[in-house]
């Protein structure tokens, strides 16, 4: 059983940065692709990220692409969302999850494992 433990988050001013962690357990971790969902309140889920295993590839969520960037490091078996020039509209819960491979073109929001979620909020 594969288990994400998220950190990160928190209140930050619009214009700033949040780096958000994800860090695996129970399984190898690069035998899994990691995307990061996020869910606004009324909102739907969407898809903002995903990083294929080995890290070679990555696919954004146009709301967030040239500011949000996904890496990972297999041998820490963490996964990282680096969160820059952040909006209001950004505000959500944000959760890292696995499954084997994105395919794409669009994140997906369906996986097989999840963390247990992290606040974001962009205000002033």
């Known amino acids: 059983q594969l288990q994400l433990v998220q950190s990160g988050g928190g209140l930050v001013q619009p214009g700033g940065s949040l780096r958000l962690s994800c860090a695996a357990s129970g399984l190898t971790l690069d035998d899994y692709a990691i995307g990061w969902v996020r869910q606004a309140p009324g909102k739907e889920r969407e898809g903002v990220s995903c990083?294929?295993?080995?890290?070679?590839?990555?696919i954004y969520a146009d709301s967030v692409k040239g500011r949000f960037t996904v890496s990972r490091d297999n041998a820490k078996n963490t996964v990282y969302l680096q969160m820059n020039s952040l909006k209001p509209e950004d505000t959500a819960d944000y959760y890292c999850?696995?499954?084997?491979?994105?395919?794409?073109?669009?994140?997906?929001?369906?996986?097989?494992?999840w963390g247990q979620g992290t606040q974001v909020t962009v205000s002033s």
């Open positions: 999850a696995a499954r084997k491979a994105c395919e794409g073109p669009r994140v997906p929001i369906l996986f097989n494992y």
């Open positions: 990083i294929s295993n080995s890290g070679s590839s990555t």
